[in-house]
């Protein structure tokens, strides 16, 4: 609460018979120019104004900003609430469970350590799509997910109890960021502070990076790592620069036939090209207001794809409607209206601010598009996706050492490089795959494989694997949603059906969207092409695909096809989805049924047919795709509030499994040193009160050199756990049998099997070890490890053990945008343990670079324009990094001298290199962290 009130700000707003504190933004000169997303930022500080963190001059520099000046002034954002889920929310109890030992060591209270703001958390990422096809696939899914999460579960039902203003959201619920929308968000909070009812914006930061999702309904917040989530808990504000601001101008209206999955594809492709890394994004216009909320949602939730902080939307009627359909009662409803008018928050068209840099979009331009297949920015119209394909495939797939035609024995084959011909009526030879500008030639030889049942057909490069409608991003929106079922029911009705090799599965965001789908009977159209419902939960958008259908898995790894998979997910990045599938696209729901009927990328909808019908004519995706009319009148007729009120009425209570959880109790975790899932955290470990003065880096040496868009899913463990892996064989050592290995998001409580998968991604490409494989570029976690003779391949985690034995620091070095992704506190706690004190880059995405400092690794930047291979470096040499120790005086360089000399290891004739490195520690507050060793240590002492 302030206790500060330099402005006059503190008024009284009364909405029917309740009067509230508020903070009027409009008591500060300048207010009237200043975008949607700032003036929430004004009122934050205007509200937690103490003259130490919060100051009037940094009140008044907000009230001035300049649009078009470069960030330079750091403010201290306190937000309303903190949402997490539960890979990376188990690594934020934990660590407070620890903490509460070590306050009790440094002689503190450990009844201290509890979140100070309200902390929610939905368990939505530990299931996995194991069973599907089959009417009982979640039942049995749910089933498998408390076998293997039980202790977790335990861990977590104990700080439900342990910790106050803690809410979990159990298993089997909904996805984080749809159950946020439709429930957890109040758009307009109020809260009694120091006995004083108080109405404020809702504002959060969640420890995944489509916390974004939420700026749709009008609601400041975004990703963070779960260490500054931590600290938010704990009352520490979130450091931050005041961030420039791109207004996007939406004019016109969606066309028939296009998705707002089409419009966050194109979005995302425009912002990423544009460059909105470390800003905010907002939507103005004329036509804001003919944005769907749900269209919204869609579009905030891919913020963290196009970059951006956040990506906001004003309040306005809409924001009001979906509010009421969604259960929310009267009041809460009157107080966001009441609220947003009188605080200048409400949306009007004809009052355009100040911005950093404008850009514009007409809704009637968009075209049906998807996106990949490695990245959400790089979408691919869809009437140029075949082609585009063709192009792409060279990249994946491993050239044919034959150029033999492959004969189809079985008339009941059909290839999937051959889609849209029905059994029996087959070409006797595949359709060839153009793999370059010359003459086709066939990528690889089309593999036969047979079901159980005895169906057979050929598998190529191309064969859609693996078709997913999934992802709170999509399932959160009615329309795209109902449209899938629409295009199912069609579809069936035509006699058409999901390919056999197709692996088709649903996780619905909330069980909302299961309601509607029964009142509307297309749940039964979905699951006519094998689309049932295998549980509520990310599932397939974070990897948590299950196996691919048998037959189909074998075929690929012992023919190394490339083949693909279609998910109406966010993200896409490389050996994410599945080990088994190089290639992965986004789409929208409908598209990704579509594709289960095409059976391959290797399609043109517009020409290829998907089958025949009954009569033998043949069926195209534009006979079978439903209209706007036809969708619009089944949202109308199968959705209503009363679902919402009934579905969230006991959203904290759980199933029996969960209530019937063995639950220890106490305000001090008892550890289970033999369990694999949640282990005591170790970064208090011989920690004391005075701080250990910043040293230089000497004598380090280099654990990896990495290219560009190194994302966090290439550092983070993420996935299932590969045998003969760090990880596979410490979980061995300790007993657990290699099928219930689990995945690396479900042992996030367990820094033993983290540490081992970081930088372990099996698409990881450290250049390091080109130079002992004769120059060939190898995949997966392995470095050359220079405490051995010759420096021999190594795996990272094992080298680096070597290394820390040794007493040696280490270094990595990287591209351009390194660590975008997802806010994984894991890519940074992992690096950190690994003994990497510094990494050095070309670029850093926002995130992950706060997040290295919270675990007091320093992120610098190469000279502009250079990178590692320009200044000529290799990694063998080695690294020693002189100026950090200005951080003990108070001072904060700009830059340092890196001084790289050649070693044993380094070819005849190399020459050591020097340059200064920028410094990217970017804040104050991110100086104390660093100088503190990390922000969780910052925080102790200042509790302590």
Known sequence: MSTVNSFGAKSTLTVGSTDYEIFRVDSVEGYQK???SLKVLLENLLRTEDGANVTKEQIQALGSWDPAAEPDTEIQFTPARVVMQDFTGVPCIVDLATMREAVTALGGDPNKINPLSPAEMVIDHSVIADLFGRPDAIERNVEIEYERNGER?????????AFDDFKVVPPGTGIVHQVNIEHLAKVIYDRTNGGVLQAYPDTCVGTDSHTTMVNGLGVLGWGVGGIEAEAAMLGQPVSMLIPRVVGFKLTG??????????VVLTITEMLRKHGVVGKFVEFYGAGVGSVPLANRATIGNMSPEFGSTAAMFPIDDVTLDYLRLTGRDEQAVALVEAYAKQQHLWHDADSEPSYSEYMELDLSTVVPSIAGPKRPQDRILLSESKAQFEKDIVNYATPSTSDDIVDLESKHSFPASDPGTAPGDEETT?????????APAHASNPVHVQTPDGLDYMLDNGAVTLAAITSCTNTSNPSVMLAAGLLARNALAKGLKQKPWVKTTLGPGSKVVTDYYEKSGLDKSLEG???????????????NSGPLIEEVSAAINENDLAVTAVLSGNRNFEGRISPDVKMNYLASPPLVVAYALAGSMHFDFETDALGQDADGNDVFLKDIWPSPDEVQEVIDTSISREQFIKQYATVFEGDDRWKNLPTPDGAIFEWDDASTYVRKAPYFDG?????????????????ATLGDSVTTDHISPAGNIKAGTPAAQYLTDHGVAQKDFNSYGSRRGNHEVMIRGTFANIRLKNQLVRAVNDGVEVEGGFTRDFTQEGGPQSYIFDASQNYQAEGTPLVVFGGKEYGSGSSRDWAAKGTSLLGVKAVIT???????????????????????GSSWASLGLDGTEIVSIEGLEKLNEGVTPKTVTVTAAPSEFSPDGKETVTFEATVRIDTPGEADYYRNGGILQYVLRSLV
């Open 153 to 161: 579960y335990q861990f977590l039902r104990w700080g439900q109890t």
């Open 430 to 438: 595949t359709r060839p795959v153009h793999i370059n500008s010359g």
């Open 687 to 703: 920690m004391k009160m005075e701080l250990t003065p910043v040293k230089d880096i000497t004598g380090a040496r280099v654990l």
């Open 253 to 262: 209206e969606i066309p028939a036939g296009v998705t707002a999955t089409d």
């Open 34 to 36: 200043l975008p949607f």
């Open 842 to 864: 070309e670029s850093f995405e926002r995130i992950h670079r706060s997040n290295l400092i919270g675990m007091g690794v320093v992120p610098l930047q190469f000279p502009a």
């Open 529 to 543: 092409l094998g689309f049932y419902t295998v549980g509520y939960g990310c599932t397939i958008c974070i990897g």
